[in-house]
């Protein structure tokens, strides 16, 4: 079974200082994983995702997550933070098969302070 | 990239009415679509699973009367919430896939209904 655990409810940062959402999964396969970003009232958009190639990904918006098998995890960062990053943030993990459904966090909810 | 649309994008309606919900994919066909229910501040819950052409598999605790799922073409899935309560009140997530290894599964913009 898979599984995926946000460790922050919550995350405050100031404008202009690095992003650290943390991520670890739990998966029996070899997982692809996901990071979504939810703006208030909106829907899901991807940000990145991992799928067995490069371990450091790259994504939209600056963000970049690194999947680090040795400790099942797949953080989210960002050198700085930009006002318009505030929102909320889910890690997704799904087996390596097309159509399974996806398993998410609980979320973290980035606040950005001026 | 793909886009996957919902329509409405919110509806209010008396309790005891029926609201139908439609998800589709524009530029791809989506042999899969899975609906999903977000509470406020709370992650998203996987409904059901739906696989064109064939009956929705639904998940535990998810009443399948309650919550009709169509998935009649490669482009067009549709929920219907029947006999809709206040507690029915939620925002409606619809996301799809062309069903390839590894392909990402792209979400419509949500539904927000408010049963009164």
């Known amino acids: 079974a898979q599984s995926v655990t946000q460790l922050d409810s919550h995350v405050s940062v100031s404008e202009g200082t690095p992003v650290l959402l943390r991520c670890n999964y739990s998966?029996?396969?070899?997982?692809?994983l996901f990071w979504y970003v939810q703006h208030p009232n909106k829907g899901l958009q991807l940000l990145l995702k991992?799928?067995?190639?490069?371990?450091l990904v790259k994504g939209i918006n600056g963000f970049e997550a690194e999947f680090k098998k040795s400790e099942t995890s797949f953080h989210l960062t960002k050198p700085s933070a930009h006002m318009s990053d505030a929102a909320e943030y889910f890690c997704?993990?799904?087996?390596?098969?097309?159509?399974?459904?996806?398993?998410f966090g609980k979320g973290t909810r980035l606040s950005v302070i001026a | 990239g793909a886009v996957v649309s919902q329509h409405p994008s919110w509806v209010i309606c008396k309790s005891g009415t029926s609201v139908k919900i439609e998800c589709r994919s524009l530029?791809?066909?989506?042999?899969?679509m899975f609906w999903y229910r977000q509470f406020p501040k709370q992650s998203l819950m996987l409904m059901a699973t739906?696989?064109?052409?064939?009956?929705?598999?639904?998940e535990q605790g998810v009443e399948k009367d309650k919550f009709l799922i169509n998935h009649a073409s490669l482009t067009l899935s549709t929920l219907t919430v029947t006999s809709a309560h206040p507690e029915d009140s939620s925002f409606y997530i619809c996301?799809?896939?062309?069903?390839?290894?590894?392909?990402?599964?792209?979400f419509g913009p949500g539904t927000r209904l408010l049963v009164l």
């Open positions: 996301s799809a896939t062309s069903g390839l290894v590894a392909e990402t599964q792209y």
């Open positions: 998966s029996s396969y070899s997982p692809s």
């Open positions: 991992y799928t067995s190639a490069a371990t």
């Open positions: 997704v993990v799904r087996p390596l098969s097309g159509n399974t459904p996806l398993v």
């Open positions: 530029d791809f066909q989506a042999t899969t």
């Open positions: 739906s696989n064109e052409g064939s009956k929705a598999t639904y």
